[in-house]
């Protein structure tokens, strides 16, 4: 069995804006390949199925789709998906049957994951530029030059947020630029300050009533406003953690979070779910559950998985714990998704486990891409589009 405890990952994602990250990534792997106390990932546990997990296809495309904390996530709208992988490859698939519509190959290495509009394709390099491709009658034109192309301050990691007027792009020096959609014309730009030391990723922003939705590395919540670039409010989260090393002080917002009934529902690493109202940023509650993950919303709960692999259920409205499933320690679980009355993860082994959404326990599971699963599966429709890291792209369902 694979070897992939938290730590071992926090060691290869975490970044440093000085020499000292070289010298604290050959500590940690020094220190993570030979430390006898580290945890393993739990076995899989034992489960009655009571459910038929079903393929209702499966394609095969270019391994790497989550790399180096790279977000290459599907993009699914109009009965289409959208997606990318590491080598420049974009491919654009019938949701319904898994054919392939078209594929075009950019000449670059891919660094966020793909957002689009009626008008445009947006994504970017590891050269930290962002491109916008023309998309026109459902496809990219076979010129390779793009309508626009702008240069950051520094890579995109994760995908950028697009409304009528406006591109919300963040980089991980801490930047958040406000860009036209047409022209990529710089609008106004944020910046924040970074610590020493971060987890490598950053959450993807959010356009909602005229504001711009960030999380930082700091463990800080901003909303922006959409057509000026300055903050309407910020708050921190707090930091649950007690030792003063820089690894003790990561409070990283990495997953997206979720908004439902003018609520922000946010959580970080090392720090607290909480829900904040998203007009005044006043926290109506909050739990000590540290996690890098999406948070995932559905009739009325809150599902989380943490940090050591434990998925949890929370009533929206109170943040009290309804359940939580704890036979997945240490799997290194992709975020949640709700469909029907079953939750959703995935697991660096590969395995799709399926788990009833009253009470937690395991339903089902299904081995889907030897690789790994560290993309949050997606819904269409009645299904769930599951991306592997070995390139299995599936539609799967779910029947008792």
Not at 157 to 183: H, K, M, N
Not at 279 to 286: D, E
Not at 368 to 382: A, S, V
Request: glycine share 8%.
């Amino acid at each position: 069995m694979k070897s992939f405890q938290f730590i071992k990952d926090l060691c290869s994602l975490a970044v440093v804006r000085s020499m000292v990250f070289l010298v604290l990534i050959a500590i940690g792997l020094a220190s993570c390949s030979s430390d006898p106390l580290a945890v393993a990932p739990a076995a899989l546990p034992k489960i009655k199925t009571s459910l038929h997990i079903k393929r209702v296809w499966q394609t095969q495309l270019t391994a790497s789709t989550h790399f180096a904390g790279y977000r290459l996530e599907p993009w699914i709208a109009n009965d289409q998906i959208l997606i990318s992988d590491i080598h420049g490859n974009i491919n654009m698939l019938d949701a319904a049957s898994g054919h392939r519509l078209w594929h075009k190959k950019l000449p670059f290495f891919m660094g966020s994951g793909l957002t689009a509009d009626q008008a445009h394709i947006y994504l970017s390099d590891r050269q930290a530029i962002l491109y916008a491709w023309s998309f026109k009658d459902n496809a990219i034109g076979e010129s390779s030059a793009p309508a626009w192309k702008k240069s950051l301050s520094s890579e995109v990691i994760a995908p950028v947020a697009v409304s009528d007027d406006l591109i919300a792009v963040q980089t991980v020096d801490g930047r958040v630029y406000g860009l036209d959609p047409e022209t990529g014309e710089q609008l106004w730009v944020y910046v924040s300050e970074l610590p020493n030391l971060t987890l490598r990723g950053t959450s993807q922003p959010q356009i909602v009533s005229g504001a711009v939705i960030v999380g930082f590395a700091t463990g800080k919540l901003v909303v922006i406003d959409a057509k000026t670039g300055l903050p309407i409010w910020e708050k921190q989260l707090s930091l649950s953690a007690k030792g003063r090393s820089e690894f003790d002080q990561l409070s990283d917002i990495d997953g997206d979070f979720v908004i439902a009934n003018s609520i922000l529902y946010v959580g970080n690493y090392q720090g607290q779910i909480a829900a904040l109202d998203l007009f005044s940023g006043q926290i109506i509650w909050s739990q000590e559950i540290s996690t890098y993950s999406n948070l995932f919303e559905s009739s009325g709960q809150l599902y989380v998985c943490d940090s050591d692999g434990i998925i949890s259920a929370l009533d929206e409205a109170t943040g009290k714990l309804i359940w939580s499933q704890t036979g997945l320690h240490a799997r290194q679980l992709s975020a949640p998704a709700v469909m029907q009355d079953y939750v959703v993860v995935g697991d660096a082994e590969g395995y799709l486990h399926v788990l009833s959404k009253v009470d937690g326990h395991f339903m089902g599971r299904i081995l889907m891409d030897h690789q790994g699963i560290k993309i949050q599966p997606k819904l269409y429709q009645d299904k769930l589009i599951v991306v592997g890291q070995g390139g299995q792209l599936a539609a799967v369902s779910l029947q008792e």
